[in-house]
Structures are given as structure tokens and as C-alpha cells.
């Protein structure tokens, strides 16, 4: 059984930054990547962005792109992403996930099992 925690979501005024950790835990950790996905009520879950565990290759939405920066720690099973330039429509709730084995669609949340509770990221305007 795999837990993973995020943190470090917050109420930022547009423009501004936040960085958002994911800690794993659990025995046998070994995903094939990882990713984070954010939803806001109503809606569904959006993909954001996602990594390759092992290789440490990237991918993003369309959306973000230029502005929010993945990253995962190897060593400390640990996934960060660094948003910039934050606007109001980045307004949701975010969440870490893994994906156990490879998949051509990583912005697809149905190719993840394990989720953590979302950490909630509100941009003011």
C-alpha cells in the first residue's frame, strides 16, 4: 500500500508562486511516474503535469506549460511542482498520483492508482 501526502498549497495573489510537495510512502514504491492533477468543483479532474520516475522525463498541459516545473527526488520519494506566474483560473485543489506501469497517456487519471487528498491552491485576483 502506497500513501502520498501533498502540501504546500495556500491563498496567493496572481503572479505569484507556491511549490507543492507529494511525499510517498509504503512498501514496494516503484511507479513508473508520477503526476499531479487539480480539480475545482463540478468539474473533472484536470491533468497538470506528470514525470517519468525513473528517467525523469516531463510532460505538462497545455495550460501550464512554461509557467509550472515538476521535479521529483529520487533518493526521498518526494514530487514537487513549482508554479509561477500563478493566475486565478489555476484555482483548484491539487493532487499527487502514481502511476504503477507504463502508459502512452499519462494525462489520463485512469492510468493512476493511488491519489492523495489534494492540497487546496486559491489565487486571488
Known amino acids: 500500500q502506497v500513501q502520498l501526502v501533498e502540501s504546500g498549497g495556500g491563498l496567493v495573489q496572481a503572479g505569484k508562486s507556491l511549490t507543492l510537495s507529494c511525499a510517498a510512502s509504503?512498501?514496494?514504491?516503484?511507479?513508473?511516474?508520477m503526476g499531479w492533477f487539480r480539480q475545482v468543483p463540478g468539474k473533472e479532474r484536470e491533468f497538470v503535469a506528470a514525470?517519468?520516475?525513473?528517467?525523469?522525463?516531463?510532460t505538462y498541459a497545455s495550460s501550464v506549460k512554461g509557467r509550472f516545473t515538476i521535479s521529483r527526488d529520487f533518493a526521498k520519494n518526494t514530487m514537487s511542482l513549482e508554479t509561477y506566474s500563478l493566475k486565478p483560473e489555476d484555482t483548484a485543489v491539487y493532487f499527487c498520483?502514481?502511476?504503477?506501469?507504463?502508459?502512452?497517456?499519462?494525462?489520463?487519471?485512469?492510468?493512476?492508482?493511488?491519489w492523495g487528498q489534494g492540497t487546496q491552491v486559491t489565487v486571488s485576483s
Open positions: 509504503g512498501y514496494g514504491f516503484s511507479p513508473y511516474a
Open positions: 514525470i517519468i520516475w525513473a528517467g525523469g522525463t516531463t
Open positions: 498520483a502514481t502511476a504503477p506501469r507504463p502508459v502512452y497517456r499519462l494525462n489520463l487519471a485512469e492510468n493512476y492508482d493511488y
